[in-house]
């Protein structure tokens, strides 16, 4: 091996090294990303369903109002 096979090789092993590397860090990325997209979608989900909750609270205590003030 002469020394311009070995600057060749080395060259092509810094950028497979360097292409690797990238790879990782964007899959270490999306990993990260996933995981804060389903704690915020979690989140919303059980913020809806209090939401919910409370609207069918206040309907039902508005009728229970109504049928109190007509019946009794």
């Known amino acids: 091996m002469t020394i311009a096979d070995i600057k060749e090789i080395s060259t092509l092993i810094a950028a497979a090294v360097a292409a ?3 790879l ?6 999306s990993l ?3 995981k804060t ?3 915020n979608n979690q989140t919303q989900n059980r913020q809806k369903t209090k939401e919910l ?3 069918r ?3 039902l205590y508005l009728l229970f109002d ?6 009794l």
């Open 20 to 22: 690797g590397a990238t």
């Open 66 to 71: 109504k049928w109190q003030i007509k019946f």
């Open 24 to 29: 990782i860090a964007v899959l270490l990325t």
């Open 53 to 55: 909750k409370l609207e």
């Open 37 to 39: 997209a389903k704690l």
């Open 57 to 59: 609270i206040e309907e």
């Open 32 to 34: 990260f990303n996933f």
